[in-house]
Nanobody
């Protein structure tokens, strides 16, 4: 019922930028936590950024100042702007949200997208 579809990934050179989008269907994003996670081959999934119901934003330390999460409630879409990309940012990026409203940014998340590949070359 709740579906998340990511897009915007691609191959970029180090220092480049991408804008990822996550379109949510089946439910409004307003009032819910929305998160971005990433997973590189052989590594565990890691938290990247989240924006919760109040608008409060959280980032993983390594992406602070480079990435920016935002949302457009009218479009039911969450974005992740990726700037100053580094090869270590290479991963599949996933969008996620929660079943219950007014939750914080911490795990668990209940609904996940299919992911979009971000590859950063040296």
């Amino acid at each position: 019922q709740v579906q998340l579809v990511e897009s915007g990934g691609g191959l970029v050179q180090a220092g480049g930028s991408l804008r990822l989008s996550c379109v949510v269907s089946g439910r409004t994003i307003s009032g819910y936590a929305m998160g971005w996670f990433r997973q590189a081959p052989g590594k565990e999934r890691e938290f990247v950024a989240a924006i919760i119901w109040s608008g409060l934003i959280y980032y993983e330390d390594s992406v602070k100042g480079r990435f920016a999460i935002s949302r457009d409630n009218a479009k039911n879409t969450v974005y992740l702007q990726l700037n100053s990309l580094k090869p270590v940012d290479t991963a599949i990026y996933y969008c996620a949200t929660k079943l219950r409203p007014f939750s914080d940014h911490t795990l668990p998340y209940d609904y996940w997208g299919q992911g979009t590949q971000v590859t950063v070359s040296s």
